[in-house]
């Protein structure tokens, strides 16, 4: 396997985990959100 394809995995899979993240905290940010309205 070339050295670049196998970079290119790892990249693509560093994508996706950030893309994991970046939802994660933001459905939590708007939770909280949604909660501080609600509850006062």
Partial sequence: MPHSELHKRK???????????????????FVSIIRMKNGG
């Fill in 11 to 29: 990249k693509s899979k560093n994508y996706a985990i950030m893309l994991a993240i970046f939802a994660f905290v933001a459905t939590v940010f």
